[in-house]
């Protein structure tokens, strides 16, 4: 357990240490000057791509060269089945859109779509995905694998999950970010159960990590689909956050659950 923990140390600190830089040098605002945003994007961006830094730096110096190499070479594994394509493209839209009849059901209204045309989130998801290896490096190559040999992969997918969401946290008091305004805990159960899907897209496609960027940058372009209105209230560890939020969360979990059973134990 030496060296997951290892990573998960070096992940969260060098990353909290460069988002909070990035904070502090636009002055916690929402619009900085041109220079000092450039600077805090730059330092955004680092802390980001944390993750899969730190994995390849200890994988490194532990395993050398070919190993690392085996890491990166998980980044192109696209030989898999059309259908894990689809599940990785579709999963969150489809999930979005369950929110919505819901939200109709129950409150007989639909909810606010976003307004980003398909074709825009579908090209968006194209260009996105490579970025994506700056995350599920760390996550899901080096992380994932570790843990599963401790726990098992279906109680190892919830605890990364846990742990993945958690180093988001940040992002929270920062006014920037997406996060702002939002709940921390509906968050954490949100894509606490989004890391049981990747991980079961993991699992079935043989350790493609070209899948899971996929699917990371899928989630990340089609969550506006159904938007999640900011709550108003500024502590972000709210439970009353919007109805649309509460029902994402749900529905995520029921298509985690759905998935822990077929999960090998």
Same mark, same amino acid.
């Given at each position: 357990?030496?060296?997951?923990?290892?990573?998960?140390?070096?992940?969260?600190?060098?990353?909290?240490?460069?988002?909070?830089?990035?904070?502090?040098?636009?002055?916690?605002?929402?619009?900085?000057?041109?220079?000092?945003?450039?600077?805090?994007?730059?330092?955004?961006?680092?802390?980001?791509?944390?993750?899969?830094?730190?994995?390849?730096?200890?994988?490194? @110096?532990?395993?050398? @060269?070919?190993?690392?190499?085996?890491?990166?070479?998980?980044?192109?594994?696209? @030989?898999?089945?059309?259908?894990?394509?689809?599940?990785?493209?579709?999963?969150?839209?489809?999930?979005?859109?369950?929110?919505?009849?819901?939200?109709?059901?129950?409150?007989?209204?639909?909810?606010?779509?976003?307004?980003?045309?398909?074709?825009?989130?579908?090209?968006?998801?194209?260009?996105?995905?490579?970025?994506?290896?700056?995350?599920?490096?760390?996550?899901?190559?080096?992380?994932?694998? @570790?843990?599963?040999?401790?726990?098992?992969?279906? &109680?190892?997918?919830?605890?990364?999950?846990?742990?993945?969401?958690?180093?988001?946290? &940040?992002?929270?008091?920062?006014?920037?970010?997406?996060?702002?305004?939002?709940?921390?805990?509906?968050?954490?159960?949100?894509?606490?159960?989004?890391?049981?899907?990747?991980?079961?897209?993991?699992?079935?496609?043989?350790?493609?990590?070209?899948?899971?960027?996929?699917?990371?940058?899928?989630?990340?372009?089609?969550?506006?689909?159904?938007?999640?209105?900011?709550?108003?209230?500024?502590?972000?560890?709210?439970?009353?956050?919007?109805?649309?939020?509460?029902?994402?969360?749900?529905?995520?979990?029921?298509?985690?659950?759905?998935?822990?059973?077929?999960?090998?134990?």
């Amino acid at each position: 357990m030496r060296s997951i923990l290892k990573f998960f140390l070096l992940a969260y600190f060098v990353s909290w240490s460069f988002w909070i830089a990035a904070a502090a040098i636009s002055g916690w605002s929402a619009s900085p000057p041109p220079e000092l945003a450039l600077v805090a994007g730059l330092l955004f961006l680092f802390g980001t791509i944390t993750p899969s830094l730190v994995a390849l730096v200890l994988t490194a @110096r532990a395993h050398g @060269r070919e190993e690392t190499l085996i890491l990166l070479r998980r980044t192109v594994r696209w @030989r898999v089945g059309v259908q894990w394509y689809t599940f990785a493209i579709a999963y969150m839209a489809a999930i979005k859109l369950t929110v919505a009849l819901l939200h109709l059901i129950v409150t007989g209204a639909w909810p606010k779509f976003g307004q980003t045309p398909w074709y825009i989130m579908a090209a968006a998801i194209v260009f996105s995905t490579p970025v994506q290896a700056g995350e599920e490096i760390g996550w899901r190559v080096y992380a994932l694998p @570790r843990l599963t040999r401790h726990f098992g992969l279906a &109680p190892a997918s919830i605890l990364l999950g846990v742990i993945w969401a958690s180093w988001h946290f &940040p992002f929270f008091f920062i006014s920037r970010s997406d996060n702002a305004g939002q709940s921390f805990p509906v968050y954490l159960l949100a894509v606490t159960a989004l890391s049981v899907a990747m991980a079961w897209l993991y699992w079935r496609t043989n350790g493609s990590l070209l899948l899971t960027m996929l699917m990371h940058a899928a989630i990340n372009n089609t969550a506006g689909m159904v938007s999640s209105p900011p709550s108003a209230a500024t502590n972000p560890f709210t439970l009353r956050p919007s109805l649309t939020a509460w029902l994402t969360a749900g529905v995520l979990w029921l298509g985690a659950a759905f998935l822990l059973l077929r999960i090998p134990k």
